[in-house]
C-alpha cells in the first residue's frame, strides 16, 4: 500500500476487526486452496513448515492429502511436539479430511507408525467409505451455518466413530448408504470437515473457522 492510499478496504476485510494471520500446513497436500479460501475471508494465510512459523501464527489450517504422509513430515521437519504443545495452548485449529485424521485423538486403519495431535477428542476411521465410493459429493445441513446446505466434497474421507463430551457433531451423511456418519466436529476452537469446503468455493465454513480465530 503506497502512502496516499487511504481508500476504502476491501470489502471482506472491512468486515473484521482485525485480519488475523492464518498458517496452512504446508508439508504436503491441497495447501493453494486453503490459502486462497482464507485470503478471502479477509484473513492473512502464511505457510507453515518450520517450528518458527507455527510460533508467529493466530490459527492453522491443516490441509487434506495424505495423512501417513504428512504424520512422517511433521516428525522430518520437527513440527509434532510443537504442534501438539501449541492445540494443548488452545490455538484453534480446522483439518479438513487428512487434516482431520490428524487432528484425532485415535486413528482407525491407519499405519502404525502414524502420528496424530489429539487436538479433538474423537476417533476418525480412514478411509471410512471404501472403495466403491473413493469420491462422492452431497449436500449437508451444518450446524451454525445459515443460507442452506453445504456441498461437500468427499476424497477417500475418513467419518468420525466416537465423539467425547466436549465434542459438538455439526453434520452428519444425510442420507444414503452412509445416512448418519458423523463428517463435521468441533471441539472448542478446533474444527474437523471429512471434507473439503476449499474446493467448491463456498467460504461458509473458512469464515467460521476465522470467525473462531478472531473471537480467540
Ligand atoms: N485418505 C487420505 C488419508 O488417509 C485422506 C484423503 C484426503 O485428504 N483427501 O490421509
Same mark, same amino acid.
Given at each position: 500500500?503506497?502512502?496516499?492510499?487511504?481508500?476504502?478496504?476491501?470489502?471482506?476485510?472491512?468486515?473484521?476487526?482485525?485480519?488475523?494471520?492464518?498458517?496452512?500446513?504446508?508439508?504436503?497436500?491441497?495447501?493453494?486452496?486453503?490459502?486462497?479460501?482464507?485470503?478471502?475471508?479477509?484473513?492473512?494465510?502464511?505457510?507453515?513448515?518450520?517450528?518458527?512459523? #507455527?510460533? =508467529?501464527?493466530?490459527?492453522?489450517?491443516? %490441509?487434506?492429502?495424505? &495423512?501417513? +504422509?504428512?504424520?512422517? !513430515? /511433521?516428525?522430518?521437519?520437527?513440527?509434532?511436539?510443537? #504442534?501438539? =504443545?501449541?492445540?494443548?495452548?488452545?490455538? %484453534?485449529?480446522?483439518? &479438513?479430511? +487428512?487434516?482431520?485424521? !490428524? /487432528?484425532?485423538?485415535?486413528?482407525?486403519?491407519?499405519?502404525?507408525? =502414524?502420528?496424530?495431535?489429539?487436538?479433538?477428542?474423537?476417533?476418525?476411521?480412514?478411509?471410512?467409505?471404501?472403495?466403491?465410493?473413493?469420491?462422492?459429493?452431497?449436500?449437508?445441513?451444518? =450446524?451454525?451455518?445459515?443460507?442452506?446446505?453445504?456441498?461437500?466434497?468427499?476424497?477417500?474421507?475418513?467419518?468420525?466413530?466416537?465423539?467425547?463430551?466436549?465434542?459438538?457433531?455439526?453434520?452428519?451423511?444425510?442420507?444414503?448408504?452412509?445416512?448418519?456418519?458423523?463428517?463435521?466436529?468441533?471441539?472448542?476452537?478446533?474444527?474437523?470437515?471429512?471434507?473439503?469446503?476449499?474446493?467448491?468455493?463456498?467460504?461458509?465454513?473458512?469464515?467460521?473457522?476465522?470467525?473462531?480465530?478472531?473471537?480467540?
Amino acid at each position: 500500500m503506497n502512502a496516499s492510499s487511504v481508500a476504502a478496504p476491501a470489502a471482506e476485510a472491512r468486515q473484521t476487526p482485525s485480519r488475523p494471520t492464518i498458517g496452512v500446513l504446508a508439508l504436503q497436500g491441497d495447501v493453494r486452496e486453503h490459502i486462497a479460501a482464507l485470503e478471502k475471508c479477509g484473513a492473512e494465510p502464511v505457510l507453515v513448515r518450520r517450528a518458527s512459523e #507455527l510460533a =508467529a501464527v493466530d490459527g492453522l489450517v491443516l %490441509p487434506g492429502g495424505e &495423512s501417513t +504422509a504428512i504424520s512422517k !513430515l /511433521l516428525e522430518a521437519f520437527e513440527l509434532l511436539e510443537p #504442534l501438539r =504443545a501449541r492445540l494443548r495452548d488452545g490455538m %484453534p485449529a480446522f483439518g &479438513s479430511c +487428512a487434516g482431520m485424521i !490428524l /487432528l484425532a485423538s485415535e486413528v482407525l486403519d491407519t499405519r502404525p507408525d =502414524a502420528k496424530h495431535l489429539s487436538g479433538i477428542d474423537m476417533t476418525v476411521r480412514r478411509n471410512a467409505f471404501g472403495r466403491q465410493v473413493d469420491s462422492f459429493e452431497t449436500d449437508l445441513d451444518f =450446524a451454525g451455518l445459515t443460507d442452506g446446505p453445504v456441498r461437500a466434497v468427499f476424497i477417500r474421507a475418513p467419518w468420525v466413530e466416537r465423539v467425547g463430551a466436549e465434542v459438538e457433531v455439526l453434520a452428519t451423511v444425510p442420507s444414503g448408504p452412509f445416512a448418519g456418519r458423523v463428517v463435521a466436529v468441533r471441539q472448542g476452537k478446533v474444527l474437523a470437515t471429512s471434507f473439503h469446503p476449499e474446493v467448491t468455493g463456498d467460504l461458509r465454513v473458512h469464515r467460521m473457522f476465522v470467525d473462531l480465530v478472531l473471537a480467540a
